[in-house]
């Protein structure tokens, strides 16, 4: 596998479209960021095996398979932040797409300076959650290896749960609103989002870290404010 430049950010285009992904190759390309642009899965996984890769830019339907296959794919073993191009007023594409484990969307046709605002975020967003990790006499919690333990035990925890933890631990003893907490959890907006899915996701951590999840000690529910991860 190739090393990275330092300070430099790789970026994979899997498009299809020619003049589409130029447009995009174009957009993107800058002293700091090198894009690696490709038409098939096959060369996608073909450059996955070359280099570490800070951002995936994935269209749909593609000559030899699905992009929401391949997302998938990335998915079970990668927390890389991960955009799927969509054609506009393709609901259910979106929904796929974020049910496979995409963090954002991108509705083609897009203005091309929108596209570097999601890009910039997207992969802020991915340089901060893989320089988190959390330790302490009970947890160790390792967010870009997808590694959580509590007493030396393995726990598994699903996306929306690790990015509920992620928040709360980086921010200990610190009230979180709901509507922050929301914000992080789905950066692409709640539009699709059921309106209990955070208190779902809360009560999961409880009953997988807590001792007492009715009685929890860690993660504490501060009435009409939110909530804080406590730590000891």
């Not at 339907?61 to 998938?72: E, I, M």
């Not at 951590?205 to 929890?216: A, I, M, N, T, W």
């Amino acid at each position: 596998m190739q090393a990275k430049e330092h300070g430099k950010r790789y970026i994979m285009l899997l498009e299809d479209d020619e003049d589409l992904a130029e447009g995009i190759e174009l957009s993107l390309r800058s002293d700091d960021v090198e894009l690696v642009s490709c038409r098939s899965i096959a060369q996608a996984e073909e450059q996955m095996k070359k280099r570490t890769f800070d951002l995936l830019i994935l269209d749909i339907n593609l000559p030899d398979g699905s992009g929401l296959a391949f997302c998938r794919s990335v998915r079970a073993s990668s927390r890389i932040p991960i955009a799927m191009l969509t054609v506009k007023d393709m609901e259910m594409d979106i929904v796929r797409g974020l049910e496979c484990g995409a963090d954002d969307y991108i509705t083609k046709p897009f203005s091309l300076m929108v596209l570097r605002a999601r890009v910039r975020a997207l992969l802020r967003r991915g340089g901060e959650e893989k320089a988190a990790g959390y330790r302490d006499e009970r947890f160790r919690f390792s967010f870009d290896t997808m590694e959580f333990y509590k007493d030396g035990s393995a726990v598994e925890l699903s996306k929306t749960e690790q990015r509920i933890l992620y928040l709360l631990v980086s921010n200990p003893g610190r009230i979180l609103t709901r509507d922050r907490l929301m914000e992080w959890v789905w950066p692409e907006g709640t539009e699709y989002v059921e309106d209990n899915a955070l208190s779902v996701g809360i009560r999961r951590l409880r009953d997988k870290l807590e001792d007492v999840p009715s009685k929890p000690d860690f993660i504490k529910t501060v009435y009409g404010k939110g909530y804080l991860w406590e730590k000891f």
